[in-house]
């Protein structure tokens, strides 16, 4: 299965999606390499999100030479993609391939690591911006960011979610690699929301970065380091 259960999450095990994550971990991918490769795994997410969540339904169509039934996804014109800035920009932007009419929010959110993590492992997170479209009862609303460490940034951003409006029919947190702690703290804090990775990396080091995880992927994607 493309989607496999992991009880603490759902796995992407796709092989494309696992060779891709090989290549942009690679301390030796550059930024353009790294770039197009958060975008190609956003893509192959998203194929994978519309084959394992969603349902098609049959439909009449007209071929050149006769009338026939086909199947079509239902829900398409229902999603939502929320981009956790900054470095989740490439890697929605290969969710929109898959999602083209979706309607997107933007959250600037990040973590203070000069104030260290607090007795729970915990960063203090910083919010700077927050534009989130309306989200309904009909929606699929992915949340995507390709680091999924401490779960910090994440738990704030469905907080912003999830204050008002409707529970949507799907709520998914999509990350390329996340750490054993952030799974889990997102699952005590937001059962609800389902918890889509490529990847379940070992552990956090002392700074809270996942290991071996990619480094970065804000800095790798946008050379500001």
Not at 31 to 45: A, D, E, M, P, T
Not at 87 to 103: D, N, W
Not at 182 to 193: S, T, V, W
Request: charged content about 30%; some cysteine; proline content about 5%.
């Amino acid at each position: 299965m493309p989607i496999e259960d992991r009880d603490d999450a759902y796995l992407v095990t796709h092989a494309l999606a696992k060779h891709t994550l090989s290549q942009i971990r690679d301390i030796e991918t550059e930024q353009v390499s790294f770039r197009k490769g958060l975008v190609k795994l956003g893509r192959i997410c998203g194929y994978e999100i519309i084959d394992g969540r969603m349902e098609t339904e049959y439909v009449e169509i007209e071929t050149p030479l006769e009338a026939t039934m086909g199947e079509q996804v239902r829900g398409l014109d229902d999603v939502v993609i929320i981009n956790v800035l900054r470095a989740a920009t490439p890697f929605v932007e290969g969710l929109l391939k898959a999602f083209p009419r979706a309607r997107q929010g933007v959250i600037s959110a990040s973590r203070d690591e000069e104030a260290g993590r607090d007795e729970d492992g915990a960063f203090p997170i910083t919010v700077d911006y927050v534009k989130l479209p309306e989200i309904t009862e009909d929606d699929t609303v992915i949340i995507a960011d390709p680091m999924l460490a401490t779960g910090s940034t994440m738990c704030t951003v469905l907080e912003h979610v999830t204050e008002s409006g409707p529970d949507p029919e799907n709520l998914i947190v999509l990350s390329a690699v996340s750490a054993p702690e952030g799974l889990l703290r997102i699952d005590d804090e937001f059962p609800e929301a389902d918890l889509l990775t490529v990847s379940i990396d070992e552990k956090l080091d002392e700074n809270g970065f996942i290991v071996p995880g990619l480094g970065d992927a804000g800095d790798r994607a946008f050379r500001t380091t």
